[in-house]
């Protein structure tokens, strides 16, 4: 496989100037080694875990973890959502009840946030719950920072992966698959 230089160089500069202004130091720019592809899991996920503090998604099937990601969520990550904006992901059970293969973020599987008890709550206080909670990729613009989107939570609210992770889950998850979601 040949690789443009140029291309090297414009994607290297974009994710060091990225990582400039979330507040990391980069490393200096390297040509990336080559990643192993991942062993296709024989089972379909039946659940998905978040685990909102580790930053971590994780596939299982019959209970046992099939996949395991890491993830950026919402910049207020702590506590459920409460309104629409706040910036938190919501934590409780859901379920994944569509898919959108057209998503301006690569591809999404949509979280069934706000659920009736959420709505109720936001009503209580006159606000809105929000919604349009995914789990969702980086889309063309950002695809080519990879892994390093998760250096800081930066989504609305939703559960950011990478491009070829979404591909992954996409085929994973069906529609219907319970999604809890832990602080």
């Given at each position: 496989m040949r690789v443009n230089p140029?291309?090297?160089l414009k994607y290297g500069c974009i994710c060091y100037l990225l990582l400039l202004l979330i507040g990391c130091t980069p490393a200096p720019l390297t040509a990336q080694?080559?990643?192993?592809?991942?062993?296709q899991p024989t089972a379909i996920a039946d659940r998905v875990v978040v685990e909102k503090s580790k930053h971590q998604l994780h596939l299982q099937s019959r209970g046992q973890?099939?996949?395991?990601?890491?993830?950026?969520l919402g910049p207020n990550p702590q506590g459920h959502k409460q309104r629409e904006s706040d910036g938190r992901t919501p934590e409780g059970i859901y379920r994944i009840d569509y898919r959108n293969p057209r998503s301006a973020y690569h591809r999404s599987l949509h979280?069934?946030?706000p659920a009736s008890a959420d709505r109720q709550r936001a009503a209580a206080v006159g606000d809105n719950p929000g919604s349009d909670i995914m789990i969702h990729g980086l889309g063309t613009s950002f695809?080519?920072?990879?892994k390093l989107h998760t250096a800081k939570d930066w989504t609305l609210g939703c559960i950011a992966?990478?491009?070829d992770e979404i591909e992954e889950i996409w085929?994973?998850?069906p529609n219907g698959?319970?999604?809890e979601i832990k602080p």
């Open positions: 140029a291309h090297i080694q080559p990643q192993k592809p991942r062993q973890i099939i996949r395991s990601y890491q993830i950026a979280i069934s946030y695809a080519a920072i990879g992966v990478t491009n085929k994973l998850v698959t319970i999604i």
